[in-house]
């Protein structure tokens, strides 16, 4: 069969192994993930390695290095899975495949409300992010390869990040120089609600600005106090009024806190913020902006400084994301339904791939909705088409020329 010329022939191998693709999401979903909790992680890392080295991929782990500056826990293993195809890198694509192990719950979620089903969708913690991409990718490979015989190709990697949820501290250097060596990236995050594949996404900058005034007694000598929380309120103003100041930039100041007890002019002050834009030029405008806040001063000797916590440049529809959705759209017309692309506020190890120049989609994984909350879902009846589609768009991009 040649997923190429009709990839719905990749359909009756995918509804074959199905009952084993969502048992091996349940187990997945069932085991507790935390971006901060590293041996969470880690037990994912272990269950996508022994997946791999099952299927004959080539298997790399790299373990978290933290530099100098790192004041964080220890984070969990990055997992790189390759399969190399038939043509050398001059005749065939080196495509990146992009899903990440961590998810955003505390230990003891998944024992709360583990993996069930109801009424067509899956619930539970991660279960559409990223949980179902983890598994889909490697199905979506081994159909085409192993069963399909497809081998136009150079190479297939597959990173499985452990902290993007926390923006990727410590695998963004691995992402980077992976995305160097590829010619194509695929995100494995959910589809949109919708169906929609993403083609876009915001850039986020977060960070924390620290106050610094002077304390004193607030009844007895108030004036030669220079109160924190006054300058952190201040702003806090001049920070929120960036919003739509360029289009499609957001800011939210998330969390204010300072001083110590109402009869002290407070000396302290914490602002934790975020920034978000659609493109580089309003990202860059917006953050410059955020410097000059920081920087200047209303009330009279308060002093402050920005901590960076991390950063996503944006993930723009460029010219060659548009024809990454194109050959996205023709594959799915061949499996017999349509998609469309969407932009989203949402930031992740796309947005680094696409910054360092890399043609990125992504949202190649089943349909899901509610991520982060107690009701994240994932459609069940997605997961044959679109692994069919994830399938069918990596036989399309293999042969294809490099999108520029």
Not at 143 to 152: E, H, I, K
Request: net charge negative; glycine share 10%.
């Amino acid at each position: 069969m040649d997923p190429l010329a009709d990839p719905a022939c990749l359909l009756p191998p995918l509804r074959q192994r199905e009952p084993g693709l969502l048992a091996r999401i349940e187990e997945l979903v069932n085991l507790d993930s935390g971006s901060w909790s590293a041996e969470g992680v880690n037990r994912v890392a272990d269950r996508v390695q022994a997946r791999f080295r099952e299927g004959g991929w080539r298997v790399e782990r790299h373990p978290h290095r933290p530099g100098p500056d790192w004041t964080g826990p220890r984070l969990g293993d990055v997992v790189v899975g390759r399969r190399t195809g038939g043509l050398p890198p001059s005749l065939g694509r080196r495509l990146l495949l992009l899903a990440h192990m961590d998810t955003v719950f505390d230990d003891g979620t998944a024992a709360e409300r583990p993996f069930h089903t109801r009424d067509g969708r899956a619930y539970g913690p991660g279960v559409t992010d990223d949980k179902a991409g983890l598994a889909c990718g490697v199905e979506a490979v081994e159909v085409l390869c192993d069963l399909a015989g497809f081998a136009d190709f150079a190479e297939i990697t597959m990173v499985c990040s452990p902290d993007e949820e926390i923006g990727s501290p410590s695998s963004r250097p691995l992402i980077e120089a992976l995305a160097a060596g590829h010619d194509v990236a695929v995100g494995l995050e959910a589809a949109r609600v919708s169906g929609a594949l993403v083609s876009a996404r915001k850039g986020i900058s977060a960070f924390t600005v620290e106050v610094t005034g002077r304390a004193v007694h607030a009844g007895i000598r108030p004036r030669e106090g220079v109160n924190a929380v006054l300058e952190a309120a201040h702003k806090t103003l001049a920070l929120q009024a960036l919003n739509d100041r360029w289009k499609g930039v957001t800011c939210n100041v998330g969390v204010l806190r300072g001083g110590t007890r109402s009869n002290v002019v407070a000396d302290r002050a914490t602002l934790h913020v975020e920034v978000r834009a659609t493109t580089t030029a309003a990202f860059d405008l917006a953050m410059a902006e955020v410097e000059r806040i920081v920087q200047a001063t209303t009330v009279p000797g308060a002093t402050a400084r920005l901590l960076p916590s991390h950063r996503h440049p944006p993930m723009e529809r460029t010219a060659a994301v548009a024809a990454l959705v194109a050959e996205a759209q023709e594959v799915a017309r061949r499996l017999g339904f349509e998609v469309e692309d969407a932009a989203t506020g949402g930031a992740g190890d796309a947005n680094t791939t696409a910054a360092v120049g890399l043609p990125t989609i992504d949202g190649l994984a089943p349909v899901g909705g509610e991520a982060h909350g107690p009701t994240e879902w994932l459609d069940l009846g997605s997961v044959v088409p679109r692994t069919a589609l994830l399938a069918g768009l990596l036989a399309r991009l293999g042969r294809a020329p490099n999108p520029d």
